[in-house]
């Protein structure tokens, strides 16, 4: 037989409930406010540094002195310049995104002057698996990039090494790797309809 709590008891709990509800909801918007400026400042600051790593500005150790003035907005949205010393556009980043395994991957794309071959990638936000997906931030999978001219398609073992449209896959990987495929393809893509003057989504 079930055991029946009276009225008043079941108003206590639920009281109780409504009210440890309220309390915890206050602390995590409060901390939330709090915080929200500093979170914003770190985004900006990996946004950044992602620009500079694609561009080929990072140092490693350190930044260059200067390097984040060759920085511009343009020619279309999520679309930056890289200038030279003399002010003169020397390549182009794109931010690009695409539906990774478990939510979208979006990351910084770097392109030449001409807009044709890649200078570099970095990686902003995923939820790719550790150690299967996750390993598109390692070095060793960006490092295949630089000089690689877009469209690209995926490659077996060591059979990136000859074509320029190709990249190895992350091993296990497949759903990361077309990701980061459609990632690549279409900032290619938004970048030369940027440069011809068409507008940009």
């Given at each position: 037989m079930k055991r029946r709590f009276p009225l008043q008891r079941q108003a206590a709990i639920m009281a109780f409930m409504v009210g440890m509800t309220a309390v915890v909801t206050s602390l995590v918007s409060g901390a939330h406010l709090l915080t929200?400026?500093?979170?914003?400042?770190?985004?900006?600051?990996?946004?950044?540094?992602?620009?500079?790593?694609?561009?080929?500005?990072?140092?490693?150790?350190?930044?260059?002195?200067?390097?984040?003035e060759r920085l511009r907005e343009g020619p279309g949205a999520g679309i930056w310049t890289v200038l030279s010393d003399?002010?003169?556009?020397?390549?182009?980043?794109?931010?690009?995104?695409?539906?990774?395994?478990?939510g979208r991957i979006r990351g910084v794309v770097g392109f030449d002057a001409e807009g044709r071959r890649l200078t570099g990638?970095?990686?902003?936000?995923?939820?790719?698996?550790?150690?299967?997906?996750?390993?598109?931030?390692?070095?060793?999978?960006?490092?295949?990039?630089?000089?690689?001219?877009?469209?690209?398609?995926?490659?077996?073992?060591?059979?990136?090494?000859?074509?320029?449209?190709?990249?190895?896959?992350?091993?296990?990987?497949?759903?990361?790797?077309?990701?980061?495929?459609?990632?690549?393809n279409k900032s290619a893509e938004r970048l030369q309809r940027a440069l011809k003057g068409d507008a940009v989504p």
């Open positions: 929200i400026e500093k979170v914003m400042a770190n985004q900006e600051r990996q946004l950044r540094r992602a620009l500079l790593i694609a561009a080929g500005l990072d140092a490693g150790a350190g930044l260059r002195e200067g390097t984040e003399d002010g003169r556009p020397q390549g182009y980043l794109v931010i690009g995104q695409a539906p990774g395994l478990w990638v970095e990686f902003t936000e995923h939820n790719e698996t550790p150690g299967l997906g996750a390993r598109i931030d390692e070095a060793e999978f960006k490092r295949q990039f630089p000089g690689k001219r877009p469209p690209f398609r995926l490659a077996g073992e060591a059979e990136s090494e000859a074509p320029t449209d190709a990249f190895d896959a992350v091993t296990g990987a497949t759903i990361t790797s077309a990701a980061v495929r459609d990632l690549l």
